[in-house]
């Protein structure tokens, strides 16, 4: 009988504790600019927790939730998310099957407030840029294999700079025998430029000029409604390869 009371004091403290947990969820929603819901968004949400120590070796505080995961949109563009410590969240978005922009790269981060037992609606509207693709050419099969370590840097770096001197780099899409393709979504109307950057081989661009391959920057600016599309060619091994 003692134990069966001990039993049900610990079900009941329990059940105190996890009512009083401080969780909260979100029912978000992805559109674009004109209201139309976004489907496959891969919203990313992250936790901003309170750091302590050196700047250089700077960590969560103890006792301090950190929160980092991503869900998709469904095909009303609604994402939702539950048993969040509350806090303040980042959210980012990309979506893969079309040229809409992260707000995370391109403007300023929305931020949800996540509180203790309640649901935070956040509507993240998002600008539609469109595609920048660079084809490279790679017939002699120069460049080395795509490695997908973290802890080697990549032997080729395509990418955008903009503003006062932002880099943001283009994922590889495909990789086959005769060369690679680079994807990465971009503002139209807006002074770019293309960065070109590698340590394997030597490029030429789609009219056979060599292309500066220590970090070039080629300027150009989209124009909406159309993708921007570079082709680049491998001339040769960089002189200087590791």
């Given at each position: ?5 001990i ?5 009941l ?19 674009a600019?004109?209201?139309a ?14 750091l ?8 969560p ?16 563009g ?12 980042v959210?980012?978005?990309?979506v ?6 992260n ?13 203790a ?6 509507a ?8 920048l ?11 080395p ?6 802890s ?16 943001l ?7 086959d025998?005769?060369?690679r393709?680079?994807?990465m979504s ?17 490029l ?11 970090g070039?920057?080629?300027p ?20 200087q390869?590791?």
């Open positions: 009988m003692k134990s069966l009371k039993l049900s004091s610990t079900i403290l329990t059940a105190c504790v996890l009512a009083q947990a401080p969780f909260g969820a979100m029912q978000g929603s992805v559109t600019e004109d209201g819901p976004v489907a496959g968004a891969v919203v990313s949400y992250s936790r901003i927790t309170r302590v120590g050196p700047a250089a070796q700077a960590r505080a103890p006792g301090e939730a950190v929160v980092r995961s991503s869900i998709s949109s469904d095909t009303n609604a994402f939702a998310a539950s048993n969040l410590p509350a806090g303040e969240y959210l980012c978005a990309e893969p099957s079309g040229p809409y922009l707000p995370c790269k391109w403007s300023s981060s929305p931020k949800a407030t996540i509180a037992g309640a649901v935070h609606r956040p993240l509207a998002l600008k539609r840029g469109v595609f693709k660079v084809r490279v050419n790679d017939p002699r099969g120069l460049l294999p795509v490695k997908n370590d973290p080697r840097a990549p032997n080729l770096i395509l990418g955008v700079v903009f503003g006062s001197g932002a880099f780099a283009a994922a590889t899409t495909r990789a025998q005769s060369g393709d680079y994807q971009i503002p139209a109307g807006v002074p770019l430029k293309l960065w070109v950057f590698s340590r394997h081989v030597t030429t661009d789609a009219m056979g000029l060599p292309v500066d391959n220590s070039g920057r080629i150009f600016q989209a124009v909406a409604g159309r993708d921007q599309v570079f082709t680049l060619n491998v001339s040769g091994r960089d002189p390869s590791p």
